[in-house]
């Protein structure tokens, strides 16, 4: 594979790892659009003993994983720019 081949197919995986992460980012605003909208509906009246609102715990292993998910991105990148600079 020649220099300008591995450019040419790094500028693909960088155009599908710039798409995955922009619909992560996307996934963990829907994802924080879904809690307020959980609280908003609550507001007093859904909370428990405590006096604060039930939110499902799925929510926050949701919110955990994605940021996982978001982090594992950040480190794919970091890891291309390092291997296209030494290129």
Known sequence: MSLHEL???LSVVRSGLTDTSAQAA???ELLEEYRRALLS???GTGADASGRPWLPP???R???Q???HIAQLGNVESALNQYETRL
């Open 62 to 64: 949701a919110f955990d």
């Open 26 to 28: 996307h996934a963990r």
């Open 41 to 43: 509906v609550q507001s």
């Open 7 to 9: 450019r040419a197919s």
């Open 58 to 60: 799925p929510l926050a």
């Open 66 to 68: 994605l940021d996982e």
